[in-house]
């Protein structure tokens, strides 16, 4: 059974930083790219998920959102079937639940469309 599960997400002040961990089981971590998704309060049902970075299978290559580029780092560890979203100086604008995702092949993984498989989400709420 494929499982992707986020943690690490909480409560924290603008300024603060949080790492995100991916836990995957089920397939073979490292034949996919991961990404990491998020989705802020209120947004429309269906409306697509606002891409925040991505990484290629054996960290080759990685791509952020212009929001997020400088103050976010995605990592990975195949040994382990983990990946990480490092993120410093948050902004109560970063407030949102944080899903992450795997792909078989993504061109960059901007688009959630490219994915297989995706997690249960993680809150991340940044307030003063």
């Known amino acids: 059974q494929v499982q992707l599960v986020e943690s690490g997400g909480g409560l924290v002040q603008p300024g603060d930083s949080l790492r995100l961990s991916c836990a995957a089981s089920g397939f073979t971590f490292s034949d996919y790219a991961i990404g990491w998704f998020r989705q802020a309060p209120g947004q429309a049902p269906g409306k697509e998920r606002e891409?925040?970075?991505?990484?290629?299978?054996?960290?080759?290559?990685?791509y952020y959102s212009d929001s997020v580029s400088g103050r976010f780092t995605i990592s990975r560890d195949n040994a382990n079937d983990m990946a990480y979203l490092q993120m410093n100086n948050l902004k109560p604008e970063d407030t949102a639940v944080y899903y992450c995702?795997?792909?078989?092949?993504?061109?960059?993984?901007?688009?959630?469309?490219?994915?297989?498989?995706w997690g249960q989400g993680t809150q991340v709420t940044v307030s003063s």
């Open positions: 891409f925040v970075a991505s990484i290629t299978r054996f960290s080759a290559a990685r």
């Open positions: 995702a795997a792909a078989i092949a993504i061109a960059r993984g901007t688009s959630q469309n490219e994915y297989d498989y």
